[in-house]
């Protein structure tokens, strides 16, 4: 005669081995994730933080028909003009020392005569180089430049070719120190 | 037959119970790591100043003057598209009409993720 005795040990064995079976195939399927500590949060407050100054600079004074800012900058190639007020912007804050956030902006046009190549010229770096460890940002800005007054290479002067209103971009790799 | 021994059968079903919601819980925990993670990636993946500043661009060539000495809203357009496609990755076109009363833009933007579309009027 079959002995029949303990079977509710028996099912509550193999309900347990169910659950460790589950249980590991659960763990093994997972999907891990290594981020080294949430840097996506302070990229996206720094951006932020770019964009923001950007759209400070393009603004212009008193909502006047003057140009902007970094119309001016862009147009005159102004270097120095550019880091003055941006890092002014970015880097101020409250408290005795100021942040130390380092930046390179390129300007992006599309090259004269033929307005079919683009080119990307160096419009203005901070005091440190990107290096290979710093982690950047990109953020960009849409600038009208008129360049009938000073401006790129290929736009010697005055009433040459490639006058009047051109589409630039600024675009901005922001990085900490 | 021997006798089957059903005392503290409860016992028996609190354990299952307790053991079956901790692993729900197991879950829950487990996923929570993946939602977090494509949240933060949808957002700042997200162009959204992209998007804002070419549509700025756009209304604003949409008012400036063609013809004369130099073809400011031909030339200013033509970059626009030039630039976003060679530096922004992505493909925008554009249309402008006016009617007497209004003007219409029609604006089109997809950087292959992320398509906006956009029908501005003025006044």
């Known amino acids: 005669m079959v002995n029949s005795s303990a079977q509710l040990f028996t099912i509550e064995g193999i309900a347990a081995s169910l659950i460790i079976l589950l249980t590991a195939y659960i763990v093994v399927n997972s999907t891990s994730i290594y981020t080294p500590g949430d840097t996506h949060i302070s990229n996206m407050q720094l951006e932020v933080t770019g964009s923001d100054a950007l759209n400070m600079l393009n603004t212009a004074q008193n909502g006047t028909a003057v140009k902007t800012p970094l119309q001016t900058f862009v147009e005159q190639n102004d270097a120095s003009g550019f880091r003055t007020a941006f890092l002014n912007i970015v880097n101020n804050k409250s408290g005795t020392s100021p942040d130390t956030i380092q930046f390179q902006a390129n300007v992006t046009y599309v090259m004269a005569p033929l307005y079919t190549t683009i080119n990307t010229s160096i419009l203005s770096n901070s005091s440190q180089a990107l290096h290979s460890g710093d982690h950047a940002v990109r953020v960009t800005e849409w600038v009208v430049a008129d360049k009938t007054t000073k401006d790129f290479p290929e736009c010697p002067g005055m009433f040459s070719a490639c006058g009047g209103k051109h589409a630039v971009l600024v675009e901005v790799l922001l990085w900490r120190d | ?123």
Do not use: C
């Open chain 2, 1 to 123: 037959m021997a006798r089957l021994n059903d005392d503290a059968q409860w016992i028996v079903l609190m354990g299952f119970i307790v053991s079956f919601s901790l692993f729900f819980l197991a879950i829950v925990l487990n996923q929570s790591t993946v939602v977090g993670q494509t949240t933060a990636e949808a957002v700042s993946e997200f162009p959204k100043d992209d998007i804002r500043g070419v549509r700025d661009i756009i209304i604003e060539s949409v008012f400036m003057d063609d013809g004369g000495t130099y073809n400011n809203k031909t030339n200013v357009q033509h970059e626009i598209h030039l630039l976003t496609l060679s530096r922004g990755g992505a493909v925008t076109n554009f249309t402008n009409s006016t009617d007497g009363t209004y003007t219409y833009v029609e604006i089109h933007y997809n950087n292959g993720v992320t398509a906006y579309n956009e029908s501005w009027r003025y006044p």
